[in-house]
């Protein structure tokens, strides 16, 4: 099994900044491709950066420029430093992994952290 935990989410006026954590625990041989995506209430989700295992990065447009991914692959960790936050940034931001188990290769999600930007 193989469990994903963001935390860093929360309240944050705009301009301001936050740092997002996703942590991959669990039988993991590897991981390749990590990605955050959100979801604003009443729209479909979307890929907001993927980083991958090699390091490379690529951002949604409404986001580059103010967002960084970054992980540590020895810690099975990855990262989303937001600044410049703005309102509509407001979503649940959800990490998703490429994990190699056991002679496989499967695709995981988070539960979810909050993140809202509000005066």
């Known amino acids: 099994q193989v469990q994903l935990v963001e935390s860093g989410g929360g309240l944050v006026q705009p301009g301001g900044s936050l740092r997002l954590s996703c942590v991959a625990s669990?039988?993991?041989?590897?991981?390749?491709?990590m990605r955050w995506y959100r979801q604003a209430p009443g729209q479909s989700r979307e890929l907001v950066a993927v980083?991958?295992?090699?390091?490379?990065?690529n951002y949604a447009d409404s986001v580059r420029g103010r967002f960084a991914v970054s992980r540590d692959n020895a810690k099975n960790t990855m990262w989303l430093q937001m600044d410049s936050l703005k309102p509509e940034d407001t979503a649940v931001y959800y990490c998703?992994?490429?994990?190699?188990?056991?002679?496989?290769?499967?695709?995981?999600w988070g539960q979810g952290t909050q993140v809202t930007v509000s005066s």
């Open positions: 998703n992994a490429d994990v190699h188990g056991f002679l496989n290769l499967r695709n995981y």
């Open positions: 669990g039988n993991i041989f590897g991981v390749e491709s």
């Open positions: 980083i991958a295992g090699s390091g490379s990065t």
